[in-house]
């Protein structure tokens, strides 16, 4: 019933290589990106193990999820890279969080480069989008429908600002998302065949 927009950073931070035996000599760029990365994850700290998807879906957050840097074991870094996937509620101002990001970035002295990846959305359940699929799932897996609100995103963040009613139905496990247990069954990807032709068959209809 609803979707988080995303914000792919990418961050670069710049320092003087050296020998890593005189530390004081050179200028760390790894250092310099720790110092940033930590005081983000203070402005948007990490949800507890304990947190629910509703607790996700209603806040910010932050994964450094890739880094390089540095040419050498024994060498000061004089330069490092890394990509940060950032999750936004879609009642949450993304330029309020891309200021901030660049209120760090200055304090920290490195450079950014977001790319916004659509605007986030929320359906309505007294629309009749919501209605149709919800007698069309149920009818099709013989079982009461459990939306949900998603966490990863899909194309309906780009047809948001278009005022578009958006849901999203499909096959598979969320928690087994990017994991090496992520698998759909064949009986899932028929039912939501099935799933699909019923909507639009009903919403075609009216």
Sequence with gaps: LGQ????????TSKGVSGHSA??????????KMMGFITNLLTTFPTPNKNSTADDLF???????????????????PDFCSVQIDIRIPPNTSRQE???????????HNV??????????????????????????????????VNFIRKMGTNDGKYYSNSNSEIINIGPGDPKLSHTPHETVLK????????????IANELSTP
Excluded at 58 to 76: C, E, H, L
Excluded at 97 to 107: P, Q, R
């Design 58 to 76: 209603d806040q910010i957050t932050v994964s450094p999820n890739r880094i390089t840097g540095g040419t050498g074991a024994n060498v000061i």
């Design 187 to 198: 009986k899932q990807l028929v039912m939501a065949r099935l799933i699909y032709f019923n």
């Design 4 to 11: 988080k927009s995303g914000l792919f950073l990418k961050v």
């Design 111 to 144: 450079e950014t480069k977001a790319d916004l990846l659509g605007q986030g959305w929320l359906l309505n359940k007294d629309t009749r989008l919501f209605s149709v699929a919800e007698k069309c799932t149920s009818k099709v897996t013989g079982s009461p």
């Design 97 to 107: 969080v891309v200021n901030k990001i660049e209120a760090l970035a200055t304090k």
């Design 22 to 31: 005189y530390p004081n000599r050179g200028e760390n760029a790894v250092l």
